[in-house]
């Protein structure tokens, strides 16, 4: 017997054993109740592709999870929008080197990591957050979730949720999944502000009672050059952390003594500090004085005493 018989009784050989594993496949699959009329109504290419999605979804979750559309549904949110930039924030406040918002698009959708999700561990190491005792979620529903770091395993995932981010943790209760998150509050290890001798930090701060007050109101105003109308408006911004009034004891003492990272005294009577507030921002902890333009606001700010 030639070569080139040879090949080619192996090459009949080999297509009647793939036929026989298929149809093999196809009577278990129907044993099994499996839905094959599928592929009357959907290409080889679409079933392939679902299947490698299904397999994607495996690295997290069992076999047995895949029963129904709301299984993916409810914990990733609809669909996602892969390279689509939302604009909804999260506000990153806290013991963190970048207080301030960060774009929803900057987090996920991440086609760079597996699955489309971010590990919350690796979020925080990309903002620069190491050394740290708790993160606080909250969500725009009024959530609030406080984990400590050794709580706060591989599985803690931030998720792609309708037009925003979810949190979810196989190793979490469920009662821990946030959906809609808006913030996350770091608490450090570092206690890098003294007030009347007892150490805390920006993170502390701002779990105990907070406030959001007004700044920068200013008066706008523009001539239309439709009908040549000059019309007004008024600007401001809001900014959120912990009122003085809340952290000395108004009315004992004569004066407040505010220290800053440049070594300088700043003091006030207690009238003037009726609505100030200590803000975590770019520059340092802030002390904000509503109504007051930005160059009287003290910045770094490191130690709070006062005098009776």
Known sequence: ?????????????????????????????????????LVDHFSLGSLQEDAIY??????????EDHHRCTTCHDEHGAVEFADLPFYNLIALR??????????????????????????????????GVKDFLSVTLTSRDG???????????????????????????????VSTWLKGITGMIVVGEQQNLVIHGEPTSPGRLLLG???????????????????????????????????LSDLVPMGEFSTLIVRDGAGEEHRYSPGEIQLATLVPQVEGLTLVFPGEPRSVWVKDVIALDWEE
């Open 143 to 173: 959530g609030f979730v406080t984990v400590s770091k050794e709580n706060i395993t591989e599985q803690a995932l931030l998720l792609p949720y309708m037009d925003g981010i979810r949190f979810a943790a196989e190793d979490l209760h």
């Open 1 to 37: 017997m030639n070569t080139k018989i040879k090949k080619i009784l192996i090459w009949i050989s080999s297509l009647l054993a793939a036929g026989v594993l298929v149809s093999a496949g196809l009577v278990l699959g129907w044993r099994k109740g499996l839905p094959l009329r």
């Open 94 to 127: 806290g013991d963190v080197p970048r207080p301030g918002f960060i774009e929803i698009n900057q987090i996920t959708p991440d086609q760079d990591h597996h699955g489309t999700y971010l590990k919350l561990l690796d979020f925080l190491a990309d903002q």
């Open 209 to 243: 009672p907070t406030r959001l007050v007004i700044v920068e109101n200013a008066r706008v105003m523009f001539a239309s050059k439709i009908d040549g109308e000059i019309r007004e408006a008024e600007t401001a911004a809001r900014v959120w952390g912990a009122a």
């Open 54 to 63: 299904m397999e994607d979804c495996l690295e997290c979750h069992t076999g």
